[in-house]
């Protein structure tokens, strides 16, 4: 007996495979070391601790908003980058992620300095 084209000969399995094998691969995701979140949860720890010393010591002025500002920063960026998964996405992803912030900080930048020029204006000018 000839074969058919319309039926192959060989059995065709699935492309996603069978719904065992489907459920096996949505939990086979990446998988990091429990050392890993540990270490990042020690520096989390220390940075907490190197910006509360920073009020315990009685820093004052511009170094005292540098450095909360910088350890807030060291810190959300750890956390966005390790417990977000941000470390090991796609780069088109971690932009459209995190441009949109930065564009929105140069934006309240400007703000702030055409409202530091207009005070210093009003100031020359209305005396």
Not at 48 to 61: A, N, Q
Not at 110 to 127: D, Q, S, V
Request: charged share 10%; glycine share 8%.
């Amino acid at each position: 007996m000839a074969s058919n084209p319309a039926t192959p000969a060989t059995p065709v399995t699935p492309a996603h495979g069978s719904g065992q094998d489907a459920g096996h691969a949505a939990h086979s995701g990446q998988q990091h070391p429990i050392g890993l979140y540990l270490k990042i949860w020690a520096l989390l720890f220390v940075l907490s601790t190197l910006s509360y010393l920073v009020d315990y010591f009685h820093v004052t002025g511009y170094l005292r908003w540098t450095l909360i500002l910088v350890f807030m920063g060291l810190k959300a960026g750890l956390i966005v980058a390790v417990f977000m998964h941000m470390a090991w996405e796609r780069m088109a992803l971690i932009c459209a992620i995190l441009v949109p912030p930065m564009c929105l900080l140069v934006l309240v930048w400007l703000m702030a300095e055409e409202a530091n020029h207009t005070f210093l204006t009003r100031g020359l000018f209305f005396r």
